[in-house]
């Protein structure tokens, strides 16, 4: 049995990802603008092929082994967990057509106003450079090793704060997007300068913050909202190998993240040593929360929706409420390491459960109506696709589905105070161009279509 479980593994993500490529039918780049698709291609990935490739290689990172019912038990709990998702996204409407979104008249598709770009650039940019400047002054003071390492404590308190620095990423995908409306529908070219300083931030705040899915990120969301505007039924090979350029990197500046916070200095050759194929999958390896709660039943309690109602209560600062229930992550780091997550220690970090652990630290088995829940957000955004109108909607739409994709690997509590922030400057930038315009301050210009 021990040797067929990585083969039980990859058979299985080969299953989910194939079954991904078949959703996501279409003659275009818009096929990919598929929920349930993208689950399937990343859950597919995510628990199941890397798990093949670590549980052959033997390498854990909260033990030296598990017992077999373990992996197992992990194994059937992951293929319900996918297929309660399939059953919840299709009893919600799901599987609808998506003939007005993909064979849209161009008509459909128009550009961004300048008073809603410049007002949302305002809204962005000011708070988010002074939350910058913040940041910083912090790396200044501690030095950036000590930055990283006890950033958790540093920034208690601070939440909504430090998430303005996300914010740019918002104002890049709205100039991006509307530049590649204008390019094809009105013959206009791209403001390639601004979007080149705005990517170019994004990144250098990325890696202020030490964060890889941070630097990652632009590139990804960038890709995604082209495939609209793609009329190439194939991915290049070019950009499929950038793609994996970009996945090294990423995975090469964790290993440097990690030397840094251990204060070991920088060492070019070993962090490329843990860029391998398999430390990449060890990378992705969230499988393994679920896998280790199965094999020590008595190291933990459910916590009975603990961590789920953590992000209703959220947007109350932690300096207003020492006492706010903390994420999935926290708890799951203090299961592991009795004592290790504490806001008055020093160098501590979390863990990232991912969902379907998540799910089963609150409810043991029953959490796959987690994925029953999981699957009719994902209904949801489905409809949704053919109601977007303009680049406004469509990157809130991709904001809120890398959410979804996000909450596969990440803590539920964090990845929605993520997607809530990215949300609050489309909505406020709305908001205030519509009050400019309708006291006439500014008028929106007219394109003439090519």
Same mark, same amino acid.
């Given at each position: 049995?021990?040797?067929?479980?990585?083969?039980?593994?990859?058979?299985?993500?080969?299953?989910?990802?194939?079954?991904?490529?078949?959703?996501?039918?279409?003659?275009?780049?818009?096929?990919?603008?598929?929920?349930?698709?993208?689950?399937?291609?990343?859950?597919?990935?995510?628990?199941?092929?890397?798990?093949?490739?670590?549980?052959?290689?033997?390498?854990?990172?909260?033990?030296?082994?598990?017992?077999?019912?373990?992996?197992?038990?992990?194994?059937?709990?992951?293929?319900?967990?996918?297929?309660?998702?399939?059953?919840?996204?299709?009893?919600?409407?799901?599987?609808?057509?998506?003939?007005?979104?993909?064979?849209?008249?161009?008509?459909?598709?128009?550009?961004?106003?300048?008073?809603?770009?410049?007002?949302?650039?305002?809204?962005?940019?000011?708070?988010?450079?002074?939350?910058?400047?913040?940041?910083?002054?912090?790396?200044?003071?501690?030095?950036?090793?000590?930055?990283?390492?006890?950033?958790?404590?540093?920034?208690?308190?601070?939440?909504? $704060? /430090?998430?303005?620095? !996300?914010? @740019? #990423?918002?104002? %890049?995908?709205? &100039?991006?997007?509307?530049?590649? =409306?204008?390019?094809?529908?009105?013959?206009?070219?791209?403001?390639?300068?601004?979007?080149?300083?705005?990517?170019?931030?994004?990144?250098?705040?990325?890696?202020?913050?030490?964060?890889?899915?941070?630097?990652?990120?632009?590139?990804?969301?960038?890709?995604?909202?082209?495939?609209? $505007? /793609?009329?190439?039924? !194939?991915? @290049? #090979?070019?950009? %499929?190998?950038? &793609?994996?350029?970009?996945?090294? =990197?990423?995975?090469?500046?964790?290993?440097?993240?990690?030397?840094?916070?251990?204060?070991?200095?920088?060492?070019?050759?070993?962090?490329?040593?843990?860029?391998?194929?398999?430390?990449?999958?060890?990378?992705?390896?969230?499988?393994?929360?679920?896998?280790?709660?199965?094999?020590?039943?008595?190291?933990?309690?459910?916590?009975?929706?603990?961590?789920?109602?953590?992000?209703?209560?959220?947007?109350?600062?932690?300096?207003?409420?020492?006492?706010?229930?903390?994420?999935?992550?926290?708890?799951?780091?203090?299961?592991?390491?009795?004592?290790?997550?504490?806001?008055?220690?020093?160098?501590?970090?979390?863990?990232?459960?991912?969902?379907?652990?998540?799910?089963?630290?609150?409810?043991?088995?029953?959490?796959?109506?987690?994925?029953?829940?999981?699957?009719?957000?994902?209904?949801?955004?489905?409809?949704?696709?053919?109601?977007?109108?303009?680049?406004?909607?469509?990157?809130?739409?991709?904001?809120?589905?890398?959410?979804?994709?996000?909450?596969?690997?990440?803590?539920?509590?964090?990845?929605?105070?993520?997607?809530?922030?990215?949300?609050?400057?489309?909505?406020?930038?709305?908001?205030?161009?519509?009050?400019?315009?309708?006291?006439?301050?500014?008028?929106?210009?007219?394109?003439?279509?090519?």
């Amino acid at each position: 049995m021990e040797t067929m479980l990585p083969i039980i593994f990859a058979m299985a993500g080969a299953a989910f990802i194939a079954g991904g490529f078949g959703s996501a039918k279409g003659q275009d780049g818009r096929r990919f603008a598929n929920p349930i698709a993208l689950f399937l291609v990343v859950y597919g990935c995510l628990y199941f092929v890397a798990p093949a490739i670590l549980i052959g290689a033997g390498r854990f990172r909260h033990a030296t082994v598990y017992s077999e019912s373990s992996l197992a038990n992990a194994l059937l709990y992951l293929l319900l967990f996918g297929v309660a998702v399939l059953i919840g996204y299709y009893l919600a409407g799901g599987n609808i057509q998506y003939a007005r979104f993909r064979q849209r008249p161009s008509g459909l598709w128009k550009p961004t106003p300048r008073v809603t770009l410049l007002s949302i650039a305002i809204v962005v940019l000011v708070p988010a450079l002074i939350s910058v400047a913040a940041l910083i002054s912090k790396i200044a003071q501690y030095g950036y090793g000590a930055f990283l390492a006890n950033r958790i404590v540093l920034e208690t308190g601070e939440g909504y $704060f /430090s998430m303005l620095r !996300r914010w @740019p #990423l918002v104002l %890049l995908l709205v &100039v991006y997007t509307r530049g590649l =409306v204008l390019r094809r529908y009105y013959g206009q070219r791209q403001p390639i300068i601004i979007i080149a300083l705005l990517l170019v931030l994004t990144i250098i705040i990325g890696a202020l913050n030490g964060s890889r899915t941070e630097i990652a990120m632009p590139f990804v969301m960038m890709a995604a909202c082209y495939t609209v $505007f /793609s009329k190439v039924s !194939r991915i @290049p #090979l070019a950009k %499929l190998v950038m &793609v994996g350029v970009m996945i090294f =990197v990423a995975v090469l500046l964790g290993e440097i993240r990690q030397q840094l916070m251990s204060g070991v200095g920088i060492d070019i050759r070993e962090a490329a040593k843990g860029s391998t194929v398999v430390n990449l999958a060890y990378n992705f390896g969230e499988y393994e929360n679920l896998v280790w709660m199965m094999d020590r039943p008595d190291a933990f309690q459910y916590l009975h929706g603990r961590t789920f109602a953590a992000a209703v209560v959220g947007w109350v600062p932690r300096r207003a409420w020492p006492d706010k229930p903390l994420g999935g992550g926290p708890y799951l780091r203090n299961f592991i390491i009795p004592g290790s997550y504490d806001l008055r220690g020093h160098n501590i970090t979390s863990y990232t459960p991912g969902l379907p652990a998540e799910a089963y630290m609150n409810f043991g088995w029953f959490g796959l109506f987690v994925a029953l829940l999981y699957g009719v957000g994902l209904a949801l955004l489905a409809r949704w696709i053919n109601r977007i109108a303009g680049p406004l909607t469509y990157v809130c739409w991709w904001s809120i589905m890398f959410g979804m994709l996000l909450y596969l690997r990440g803590e539920f509590f964090g990845v929605t105070a993520r997607v809530f922030m990215m949300v609050v400057p489309l909505v406020i930038g709305m908001v205030v161009a519509g009050i400019v315009s309708n006291l006439g301050k500014m008028a929106a210009p007219t394109y003439q279509r090519v």
